[in-house]
Nanobody
Framework: EVQLVESGGGLVRAGGSLRLSCAAS????????IGWFRQAPGKEREELSC????????YYADSVKGRFTISSDNAKNTVYLQMNSLKPEDTAVYYC????????WGQGTQVTVSS
């Protein structure tokens, strides 16, 4: 069974940074594309970024391009999301999942950006 567990969220001031981690078990990270998503209260879940399986190609939504960076440490079976220049509108629960077709959703990790 594939499990993806998110961590690294927290409370940060606007302009600050956080690094989220997505630890994979039951699968090799390099065998599938992994994406980061977020859902803010009252809003639909949003695709933010993904990293490809074989070539490590990346994708970013316009809302985070230039501020967020996705990376992968295949030896640790972990995908990271480095988030810089955080804004209050980045406040949400962040999730990782298979991309482009997500599986079951985990608990996510809460990111709160204060103004």
């Amino acid at each position: 069974e594939v499990q993806l567990v998110e961590s690294g969220g927290g409370l940060v001031r606007a302009g600050g940074s956080l690094r989220l981690s997505c630890a994979a078990s039951g699968t090799n990270r390099a065998d599938r594309a992994i994406g980061w998503f977020r859902q803010a209260p009252g809003k639909e879940r949003e695709e933010l970024s993904c990293i490809g399986s074989s070539d490590g190609s990346t994708y970013y939504a316009d809302s985070v391009k230039g501020r967020f960076t996705i990376s992968s440490d295949n030896a640790k079976n972990t995908v990271y999301l480095q988030m810089n220049s955080l804004k209050p509108e980045d406040t949400a629960v962040y999730y990782c999942n298979a991309f482009p077709v997500p599986g079951s959703w985990g608990q996510g990790t809460q990111v709160t950006v204060s103004s």
